[in-house]
């Protein structure tokens, strides 16, 4: 059997460039239409602040071990795991623990390019002026169509993907750095400005006390939603992080990075919805999630010409930035292990990662119509997708890869890894990583099949 190519290694340039491409990574379409709906649903500020707590204990811990392995290794997840296994180990266990991270983010991709070529579109539909003055029924007009248009949809996606791809396909440092110092910056000040027109609004105090006051109902359902959204949220299981942790300089510190990459990606999904609601509450719209508030609410909050149609526009540009960067994060632990398999040829690999993510995409497209004869019974072949890829697959691979990096790499080979740091937090982390998440993230998604 012929052997990876070799692939040259490369190194972030800076703290700030890694800080952010690991920020792009994390923030992602639920930043808009999940984690805003589910504040509010769940008791406001105490859901906040369990959130907080779950991502204390659980998401940058796991950040923190993936940044390790990727670091230790200077290799892709499907590389990593065995080349630092023990003798004695099992090794097929592990071994497909990394590809269950492969085939969940191929997934996610496929996911991702759906809802980015959509929300793409729109981009256009605002700028053309295909809403203003348009009802409700006008607007869902314009969503089914959009959706239900397979050439249309597919287009879009394909679109998307391609604008991944060349990105990806430029490797390292002459794409994927080269985007994001740009990219993501260019994010934050859209976001900023979307932030200020809602906070002119008179609706902005409602908006804030729905987000942070005690509305809604805190439950256990509360914390099994805010310990599922910290995993989530943060690319876990997907092996992203390894990627991204292979490239980092030996001099930059891990759990200060995670720590801001988390606490960034939180503050995101809030200004998010001090962005959405507003707007929502001053039309009379009503709150809802996933793509009805993407697609149908949003817009119908915003169907007035000049200011608001500019609104419309600039805010898919920040929707379409954050499925984007995702995507391209998501590729690169899939372009990568292609890349060593076709002789290092980084251009192949990110284009055929992208031509197989448009081909499961296409079929998500086809099944999104309620008559469509590529449902599973009642379910879309893109819900079946997303269930599949966050409620099976990611938890397997999130639990997989804190068992191996907490019980199976001995502590001389992370600790050194772990950077400058108290002698306690490398301890409080590895107590986090063995026992902690693992059981959150095994008790989390049981109880969410059986409940």
């Not at 920020?23 to 992602?28: F, H, L, R």
């Not at 981009?123 to 006008?138: D, E, H, M, P, T």
């Not at 080269?178 to 609706?203: N, V």
């Not at 990606?265 to 996933?290: C, H, Q, T």
Request: hydrophobic share 60%; net charge positive.
């Amino acid at each position: 059997m012929r052997k990876p190519a070799a692939v040259v290694p490369e190194w972030w340039t800076s703290h700030l460039t890694f800080f952010l491409v690991a920020t792009g990574a994390v923030i992602g379409l639920a930043n808009f239409w999940k984690f805003p709906v589910v504040a509010a649903n769940n008791g406001g500020g105490a859901f906040v602040l369990a959130y907080v707590i779950c991502l204390l204990a659980i998401g940058i811990p796991m950040v923190v071990a993936e940044l390790i392995l990727g670091r230790v290794t200077r290799k892709p997840i499907t590389e990593a795991m065995p080349s630092t296994l023990i003798a004695g180990r099992s090794v097929w266990a592990w071994k497909l623990v990394s590809w269950l991270s492969l085939s969940a983010g191929l997934a996610i991709l496929s996911l991702y390019a759906v809802v980015g070529g959509m929300s793409l579109s729109y981009i256009f539909n605002f700028a053309l002026g295909y809403f203003v003055g348009a009802s409700s029924a006008g607007i869902a007009d314009i969503f089914v169509g959009v959706q239900g248009d397979s050439i249309q949809a597919e287009s879009w996606m394909t679109f998307f993907l391609l604008l991944a791809a060349l990105v990806s396909a430029k490797g390292i440092i002459k794409g994927v750095q080269r985007a994001f110092r740009f990219l993501m910056p260019l994010f934050f000040l859209l976001l900023i400005w979307l932030l200020f027109k809602s906070a002119q609004l008179d609706s902005f105090a409602s908006a804030f006390e729905l987000i942070f006051g005690g509305g809604g109902t805190f439950s256990l359902d509360a914390w099994i939603e805010a310990a599922s959204h910290a995993f989530f949220t943060l690319a876990l299981g997907t092996g992203v992080m390894v990627s991204l942790g292979s490239y980092m300089p030996p001099k930059m510190r891990v759990t200060r990075t995670a720590v801001s990459i988390g606490l960034v990606d939180a503050l995101v999904a809030l200004v998010a919805g001090l962005i959405i609601f507003p707007l929502l509450i001053a039309k009379n719209v009503p709150i809802s999630a996933g793509f009805e508030l993407l697609f149908h609410g949003v817009p119908q909050a915003l169907t007035g010409r000049g200011e608001e149609q500019f609104v419309g526009v600039v805010f898919f540009v920040a929707v379409t930035f954050a499925a984007w960067s995702s995507s391209v994060a998501i590729m690169e632990p899939l372009v990568v292990v292609l890349a060593r398999r076709l002789a290092g040829v980084r251009y192949a690999a990110a284009f055929l990662v992208a031509a197989v993510a448009a081909m499961l995409g296409a079929v998500e497209i086809a099944s999104l119509s309620a008559d469509s004869a590529m449902r599973l019974g009642n379910v879309s072949v893109f819900s079946f997708v997303d269930m599949l890829a966050s409620k099976i697959v990611l938890p397997l691979a999130g639990v997989g890869l804190a068992l191996y990096v907490g019980w199976v790499l001995p502590r001389t080979l992370i600790e050194p890894a772990f950077g400058p740091r108290a002698s306690w937090q490398f301890d409080l982390w590895r107590v986090l990583l063995r026992w902690v998440c693992p059981i959150c993230i095994a008790l989390v998604f049981m109880l969410y099949w059986l409940g």
